[in-house]
């Protein structure tokens, strides 16, 4: 990994707050490219390698803007999905029996990597752009903040494993091994059974059924 120089900081406070893993959610039809080529990509590194990966962005139409201007960057949230967003996707795509939802929970280690960034919010919003989308260990910390000048700004009794704003995110760059993902989580023991089914020939052996993870309490 290339390390940010303060990465120990980093650290400290990944132990300290309970973080056990950052969380990125996807259709389960994008789960065999991530396995066939061995790592979760940006827009940038699948529209550079011509892989044709579903994007929800593409299918639902949204009237604000909700990713990042940067496509060489993952969008990832903290010890649980941004769940604002991700209501909204599985509310428009639930008369669609082709997508079903998958939750990833990935190695916290990307945190501190040099070229990750963090935003106090959605990263496309103009609320996050205001105070910055940068990668040091205080605008981490500002991620966790009792009172950030944003809409949803106050922190209130949340667990310290999650970030203030339910819409915060970790930005890391270009690419994630899929040793990085501790498991892939579904909502039922059915979809668990039918995405092992259709992804015989790689390992699922991390594939497992975490209800909560789709909509965690942050009071706990």
């Not at 039809?29 to 990509?41: A, D, P, R």
Request: net charge negative; hydrophobic share 40%; proline share 3%.
């Amino acid at each position: 990994m290339d390390l940010k120089k303060d990465y120990i900081e980093f650290q400290g406070e990944i132990s300290r707050r309970g973080i056990e893993y950052l969380i990125h959610f996807t259709p389960t039809i994008n789960l065999y490219s991530i396995l066939e080529q061995e790592k979760l990509m940006s827009r940038r590194v699948l529209e550079n390698l011509d892989i044709d990966q579903f994007d929800i962005l593409d299918y639902v139409q949204f009237t604000d803007n909700v990713r990042y201007d940067d496509k060489s960057f993952i969008n990832l949230s903290i010890s649980g999905p941004n769940t604002f967003l991700f209501s909204k996707f599985q509310e428009r795509t639930k008369d669609d029996i082709t997508i079903n939802w998958c939750v990833l929970k990935i190695d916290p280690k990307h945190i501190y990597e040099k070229e990750t960034k963090f935003a106090v919010t959605n990263a496309a919003s103009n609320a996050a752009k205001s105070i910055g989308v940068t990668g040091d260990i205080e605008k981490f910390k500002m991620l966790f903040a009792n009172n950030i000048n944003i809409p949803f700004g106050v922190r209130g009794r949340i667990n310290s494993k999650f970030p203030t704003n339910v819409q915060a995110e970790v930005l890391v760059k270009e690419e994630i091994p899929v040793e990085s993902i501790i498991e892939v989580c579904f909502d039922s023991q059915e979809s668990l059974a039918s995405a092992k089914a259709a992804l015989s020939e790689f390992n699922t052996s991390n594939f497992v059924v975490d209800k909560e993870i789709f909509s965690p309490n942050r009071a706990i």
